[in-house]
């Protein structure tokens, strides 16, 4: 699996280097410069963002352990985030790592259960705001009939790929996050304390979507007020740019990068997808295919950004509960 997911990320990557080719170093920087130390305000709004995706995670917990968790469940999230770009797991390496940096806070089950919850709440989510903006914007779009069945039929089939994860989970998922932790290279003292709390996860999770389906569709809700400052960060840079930044255009570039990235999720840190994406894009809209690559070099900053802050807050985190995995 590490060995696929190092091929995909070095696809991604020469894609990346051959779109900065096509695009042209001389435009590419000067758009660049448009947007500056502007950036700075993106980096900014990405923290909201992650505010309300964590109010998204923190609705899958169970109401008693809700009370004065929320904190540390924003900076878990930001160090889990941060993994997820940096690792080679299909934007899941940060997963198993959220668990254990939640040992001293809450019961190990109830965070396993959470993250596998949350990521189907996640998806779901991103799957509605896809489908929502393409709805709205599609007849804008000049895209290639091929292109457009591919897209359509990725997206089917990532769905299907959904159902199938959730169907799994109520069967009794919990087993194959260890296993995940394993391939990752996760400490064996970790993995095996989530492999004993296998029957309690899957009671959680099958609790959660059985008998709270409120709190389901509320952690789906502030999903979307995170992809709705997403949609204002793409309508900051576009002003930036010089180009049109109505809020239709807007939702098509956000809706229409997620629907890429939903699909192609496999590249870690999603390496050349995002930039492409946004030149695809671009070009659909009629816009300067360099400007969408100014666009997506201008999100590859943020998510940069984002990592070294994670990172440092993962770093944080592991030295506070690094005294308590010592064994006795």
Same mark, same amino acid.
């Given at each position: 699996m590490r060995n696929k997911q190092l091929i995909a990320l070095g696809l991604g990557a020469a894609l990346f280097v051959y779109l900065i080719y096509e695009t042209g170093y001389a435009s590419l920087i000067e758009n660049l410069k448009l =947007?500056?130390?502007?950036?700075?305000? =993106? =980096?900014?709004?990405?923290? =909201?963002?992650d505010l309300f995706n964590t109010v998204g995670?923190?609705?899958t917990f169970a109401p008693?352990?809700?009370r004065g968790t929320f904190g540390i469940l924003y900076l878990v999230r930001l160090a889990g985030s941060a993994l997820n770009q940096v690792l080679p797991a299909a934007s899941m390496g940060g997963e198993p790592a959220k668990v254990m940096l939640l040992r001293p806070h809450l019961p190990t089950a109830a965070a396993t259960a959470s993250v596998l919850t949350s990521r189907v709440a996640f998806t779901f989510a991103k799957a509605i705001f896809i489908a929502v903006g393409m709805l709205i914007t599609w007849h804008r779009l000049k895209l290639p009939a091929g292109l457009s069945s591919a897209l359509l039929i990725g997206f089917i089939l990532t769905m299907c790929g959904l159902i199938v994860f959730l169907m799994l989970q109520l069967?009794?998922?919990?087993r194959v996050t260890a296993r995940f932790g394993r391939v990752i290279g996760l400490p064996e003292k970790w993995i095996a304390e989530i492999e004993g709390a296998s029957?309690?996860?899957?009671a959680h999770v099958v609790s959660f979507y059985r008998t709270r389906p409120g709190d389901l569709a509320r952690a789906i809700v502030a999903h979307q007020f995170a992809f709705a400052f997403g949609v204002l960060q793409v309508s900051l840079l576009l002003g930036w740019l010089n180009l049109p930044n109505d809020w239709q255009t807007s939702l098509a570039i956000e809706a229409f990068s997620a629907l890429v990235g939903f699909i192609i999720f496999v590249?870690?840190?999603?390496?050349?997808?995002q930039e492409v994406s946004k030149v695809l894009i671009f070009a659909a809209l009629g816009f300067p295919t360099s400007a969408g690559m100014g666009l997506g070099i201008a999100f590859r900053l943020n998510d940069i950004a984002g990592s070294i802050i994670g990172l440092a807050v993962f770093a944080l985190l592991q030295a506070r509960t690094a005294p308590r995995m010592e064994p006795d």
């Open positions: =947007i500056g130390p502007k950036i700075v305000f =993106i =980096i900014g709004i990405e923290l =909201i963002v995670w923190w609705l008693d352990l809700r069967r009794g998922f919990a029957s309690s996860v899957d590249v870690p840190g999603s390496v050349g997808v």
